[in-house]
């Protein structure tokens, strides 16, 4: 027995699926004024046992169905809305002793549902679905009934998705209820799983008088308020939360109430974001609340996050955390911490984006599209610069009289805010009722919504187009959706959202819904710019000054701590890092300015300065890394002028001794010559010929005009002396890791030791170098691991760090030239005149 009511449920003969109303015959004499499909749905349900009775109403006709059965009573509102082209179906409510159990159901369920409410049909036992709300009880004295009815030989019809023959079995009653409530419905819960086989099952029923016992239940939540020293209303609200809550307590009450205590207090403030990942549902995000409760409905619902294709990410890290930050931005929120490491579970710490007080303009963005929270520093930082083809508008330079102190603005004629384009109140009125809350839903947010009906393959559709702009992070980006229905039906294919097919519904109204469009209007006044007005922008600038001061305190502070060589090299970096803060502090002026002269009217020459604050950003981090690495970097390149330098002598040498074989040959040195002694291509060969034979100069070595002739082709930074200095540093790199493997792995012992010596012992192969390069790195830095065999074998680690030091000198010493050249011609160009 290993099937459980949650995937299983049973039909009795009285339980087939009843005809739809489609299927059941109109009556002779059928009413001219109602919709045919009423009467017929009347005819059904009066033979099933309904009671029937219909109201009329200008603008719209109901049918009530009544059904009672003592205790029940059950009553099945039917609407249908009187459009220009006769009465269409509008939806159907169902209620239980007076408390709503369903709304908005549809017509093809209809059927089903009338013959399965009906009192006929529950003169039979009935086994509900599990969890199914509102179910009939099934007590022990229903399933001894269905048993007793069964006939010898066959298996009760209550009991054939847990017993696949005919055996004996036990009834018991289920502890799922009453006092030991966990807030589940188990309505029929099979016991005895894992019983011995053969043995006799054990099937746990609900007992008669659950319903009595989940009154003490209720009753002892209460008394526990109480005697924590709670009104008995306040105690009953609690055990009313514990029950919507669906808190399973266990019998402890301890922890319930102390959740319920945070409940009273609580802000429906997010303290914490959480990101989980799983293989099968993808990337997932929700806010959690700072009482520790999980609240239903926006913003605390999960959300997928997908990629720019549509797709599940194919792994957690692959997940981009900007990306998150700005899904985190679209439900009011921004990251105020560090993510927590993990590849299941991540969190991080947020607050709200508008601070309590601040003057601020709510910017909230699309799910497909959301923007990062702009009013903080780490935002502004991680932006990257400008948008490439997206430039804040830039205003008027505040006038030379401007002053610090607020000034009355003075009139600029400019109208009113226009209103979004909305449809009329009787087209609005004549759609469904998800196009109604659709369309209303945009308007409140400023969006444009028209409302349009067409045929469409035949058939007479009514669509809803929502259009509008709203704002990301570095500018605004458009929003179109066109929601289509046939009647009450969602027509979920032929709906687009951004020119895709396919648009599901929620998806639309939760976009217009959670995002405010921009306002048109302000934005061509300039009122606002990127949906932020005047006192946004400033607000935005004073936080990335203040982090870029920040970020050039610790650069002074890093710069204290340089000592010997590296002291000059720091210093130029401090230098920069200085000119950095002044000039966004300047920016900042500039924007106060802007901000006084027009009275927090005009936003566009507080955006014009968002370029300059942001170049100031990147600046002052780029000089506080220089300021850092700067005992590095002296070293290396000491390192490196050494390499250079022996690389000079090399090639000079090998010169000397190939014209000292020429000449012991009796052959005369050429530039052919000296290009297939150093390997050269067909081509390059040629060219380097041709030009020496036109700019070679009498007694020059061969590769200093080789040097000559590089540079003119590539520009500086490609000298012989560099790759050549390059290669023998890798050479001894190679080297040094595999004597420090095979140090390693002879100190080990066992059958990894033997694995570092053989590649120790092979460094010279590829495959050899890849594996010893993999075992030294650390955090994606070659040859970081070296330092941990410093004090087992300093000689070998040390020629590992020495070799590194010299690759990286080397490198950088050649990019440094090349990069100082190119800074030169782009001077010489800019003083052209064109």
Not at 501 to 523: K, P, S, T, W
Request: hydrophobic residues 40%; aromatic residues 6%; glycine residues 8%.
């Amino acid at each position: 027995m290993t099937t459980h009511p949650a995937t299983s449920t049973t039909r009795t003969p009285a339980q087939e699926p009843a005809p739809t109303p489609a299927e059941v015959p109109a009556p002779t004499a059928p009413t001219a004024d109602l919709p045919r499909n009423l009467v017929q749905l009347t005819a059904r349900a009066e033979a099933a046992g309904w009671t029937a009775a219909v109201q009329t109403q200008p603008g719209h006709c109901a049918l009530l169905l009544t059904a009672r059965q003592e205790p029940r009573e059950t009553v099945l509102r039917c609407v249908w809305r009187l459009t220009a082209r006769g009465y269409r179906w509008d939806g159907a409510t169902l209620a239980r002793n007076g408390q709503q159990a369903a709304e908005g159901i549809p017509w093809r369920a209809l059927g089903d549902l009338v013959a399965a409410e009906a009192p006929t049909a529950r003169t039979a036992p009935v086994l509900s679905a599990y969890g199914e709300r509102d179910a009939s009880p099934v007590t022990a004295e229903v399933v001894s009934a269905s048993i007793a009815a069964a006939p010898a030989g066959e298996v009760p019809v209550m009991l054939r998705p847990w017993i696949k023959a005919t055996v004996p079995f036990e009834l018991y009653p289920s502890r799922f209820v009453g006092r030991d409530y966990v807030g589940a419905d188990c309505l029929l819960t099979p016991k005895g799983d894992d019983a011995a086989p053969d043995s006799q099952p054990v099937l746990s029923v609900l007992p008669a008088d659950y319903l009595t016992s989940n009154a003490a239940y209720l009753e002892d939540l209460a008394a526990y308020a109480v005697a924590e020293g709670r009104t008995r209303e306040e105690g009953a609200a609690f055990a009313r939360w514990v029950i919507s809550s669906e808190i399973m307590t266990f019998g402890v009450y301890g922890s319930a109430y102390e959740q319920w205590v945070r409940s009273l207090t609580c802000t429906m403030t997010a303290a914490f974001a959480v990101l989980t990942y799983s293989r099968m549902n993808g990337a997932a995000l929700r806010l959690e609340c700072g009482c520790g409760q999980r609240h239903p409905g926006r913003p605390w619902e999960g959300a997928t996050v997908w990629n720019d294709d549509g797709c599940h990410y194919p792994s957690s890290s692959a997940v981009p955390l900007d990306h998150v930050a700005d899904l985190i931005t679209a439900r009011g929120y921004q990251v105020a911490g560090e993510w927590s490491h993990g590849d299941v579970v991540r969190r991080v710490p947020v607050e709200p984006t508008a601070l309590p007080g601040a003057e601020t303009t709510p910017t909230v963005a699309a799910a497909d599209a959301p923007p990062s929270d702009p009013g903080t520093a780490d935002a502004w930082e991680s932006d990257g610069g400008a948008c490439p083809g997206v430039e804040p508008p830039r205003g008027p330079e505040p006038g030379p009289t401007a002053t610090t102190a607020p000034q009355e603005p003075e009139p600029t004629g400019d109208a009113p805010a226009a209103p979004p384009a909305a449809p009329s109140a009787d087209e609005v009125a004549e759609l469904p009722r998800n196009a109604r809350t659709l369309a209303e839903a945009a308007t409140a947010h400023g969006w444009d919504v028209t409302v349009t009906s067409s045929l469409m393959q035949g058939t007479y559709v009514r669509a809803v187009t929502v259009t509008g702009a709203f704002p990301v992070r570095t500018g605004t980006q458009g929003f179109t959706a066109r929601c289509v229905w046939d009647g009450a039906r969602y027509w979920g294919s032929a709906s687009q959202r951004n020119g895709r097919h396919g648009a599901a519904f929620r998806e639309v109204l939760a976009q217009v819904r959670d995002v405010r469009a921009i306002n048109r209007a302000d934005e061509e006044a300039g009122r606002t710019v990127w949906g932020r007005d005047a006192a946004e922008w400033r607000r935005q600038i004073a936080d990335a000054v203040t982090k870029t001061a920040e970020v050039a305190a610790q650069a002074r502070l890093e710069h204290g701590q340089v000592t010997s060589a590296a002291t000059e090299r720091a210093g130029a970096a401090l230098a920069d890092a200085e000119q950095a803060h002044r000039d966004a502090v300047d920016a900042l002026t500039r924007a106060q300015q802007a901000y006084s002269a027009s009275g927090g009217e005009d936003a566009r020459p507080l955006a014009a300065e968002r370029d300059a604050v942001l170049d100031a950003g990147k600046r002052v981090r780029a000089a506080l890394e220089q300021v850092k690495d700067a005992p590095r970097a002296t070293e290396a390149e000491a390192l490196a002028l050494v390499a250079i330098t022996e690389g000079e002598r090399e090639l000079q040498a090998q010169e000397e001794a190939w014209r000292a074989r020429l000449a012991a040959e009796g052959r005369e040195p050429t530039a052919a010559a000296y290009g297939r002694l150093i390997q050269m291509f067909e081509d390059p060969q040629r060219a380097w010929v041709s030009w020496h034979a036109e700019r070679g100069r009498a007694g020059e070595p061969f590769h200093e005009a080789y040097d000559r002739w590089t540079e003119e082709r590539h520009g500086k930074g490609h000298r012989s002396a560099y790759t050549l200095a390059y290669l023998n540093a890798s050479a001894a790199l190679k080297g040094a890791r595999g004597t420090l493997a095979v140090a390693v792995g002879t100190a080990l012992g066992g059958k990894e030791g033997e694995r570092l010596v053989r590649l120790g012992k092979d460094c010279r192969h590829r495959n050899s170098q890849d594996a010893l390069a993999s075992w030294l790195e650390s955090g994606w830095k070659a040859d970081a691991r070296a330092t941990e065999f410093a004090e087992q074998h300093p000689d070998e680690a040390k020629a590992v760090r020495v070799a590194r030091l010299t690759v990286d000198g080397v490198e950088d010493y050649r990019r440094a030239e090349r990069e100082a050249w190119e800074a030169e011609r782009a001077q010489a160009a800019a003083n052209t005149p064109s």
